[in-house]
């Protein structure tokens, strides 16, 4: 168990006051059996009104209402968090999964018949082309291997490029243009297994910094695979999610779990720019 404290800093900057619709942000980690939320706090500039809910996929939503203008909104998390390791997964798929391609259980497949269809069907072609190299139809391959591989297939064959724009690449876009962000690199890899009849989902949190590693607020795929669950596999730095992730907000679509969103009102050309900062750090 390793205590982490994670200080997650947004500022939006305009060049004069203007008025904030409903913000809606994604900030608190998702408690469970590897994870807990030992303290919390939250700041916001100017003043808003905090409600929270828990959306259609579990996660922690604070829904935030101003009532003033401001030339600037601010938005603060400091969060302690009790973190463990998981168990190696390749130990944990049942029997009958371990070799792929597999079909889930019936009482599985309602539940994930979402998670299978892909959001980009048009970039089927493309895709389809791309893995031709790592797994041919007909062919039988140890299944945690086969997603090993494509995980270190999209770090060696892309580049990592940070981009602060809003949205993702397209698969295709990102196949074409050979580099992407972590969050494009995670869009490609959750429609890539898709493409072979895996469930997936998008995932955005945090990780623990290392040398040479990319992200800090993060994003990555996880694959439902019978037996160990919902898996985490990072394409942005070639790992297994481990103990140094974090997850805060999981989606069939990316856009539902961006970390936040909202609206603003004002002259078109107020807005000055955003300033993003994160830190996670080991306590011990």
């Not at 389809?128 to 270190?152: A, K, M, S, V």
């Not at 998008?202 to 990780?207: A, E, K």
């Amino acid at each position: 168990m390793q205590r982490k404290r994670i200080i997650h800093a947004t500022t939006y900057h305009y060049s004069e006051p203007v008025e904030f619709g409903t913000h809606r942000a994604l900030l608190r980690p998702r408690e469970g059996h590897d994870l807990r939320i030992i303290n919390t706090r939250l700041d916001i500039e100017p003043a808003a009104t905090v409600r929270w809910l828990r959306d259609v996929e579990g996660n922690s939503v604070a829904i935030l209402t101003f009532a003033e203008k401001a030339d600037r909104l601010k938005i603060l998390a400091e969060i302690d968090v009790d973190v463990s390791d998981d168990n190696p997964i390749e130990c944990l798929i049942d029997p009958q999964s371990r070799l792929f391609p597999f079909q889930y259980s019936p009482e599985e497949q309602v539940e994930l018949v979402p998670y299978r269809l892909p959001s980009y069907p048009y970039d089927g072609a493309a895709l389809h082309e791309w893995l031709r190299e790592l797994y041919q139809p007909g062919q039988i391959i140890d299944t945690f291997q086969l997603l090993c591989q494509l995980n270190t297939h999209i770090f060696n064959s892309l580049q990592y490029t940070a981009r602060d724009t809003h949205g993702v690449q397209l698969p295709h876009q990102t196949l074409s243009l050979g580099s992407g962000s972590c969050r494009d690199y995670a869009v490609l890899m959750m429609e890539a297994v898709r493409h072979w009849g895996f469930a997936a989902r998008f995932v955005t949190g945090y990780i623990q910094m290392e040398a040479g590693q990319h992200g800090a607020t993060h994003a990555w795929t996880e694959v439902y695979l019978p037996g160990a669950g919902w898996r985490g596999f990072d394409p942005t730095n070639n790992k297994l999610v481990g103990a140094e992730h974090i997850s805060v907000a999981v989606a069939r679509e990316q856009e539902k779990a961006a970390p936040l969103s909202g609206s603003w009102s004002g002259p078109g050309h107020a807005y000055q720019g955003i300033e993003v900062s994160v830190q996670v750090v080991c306590q011990g």
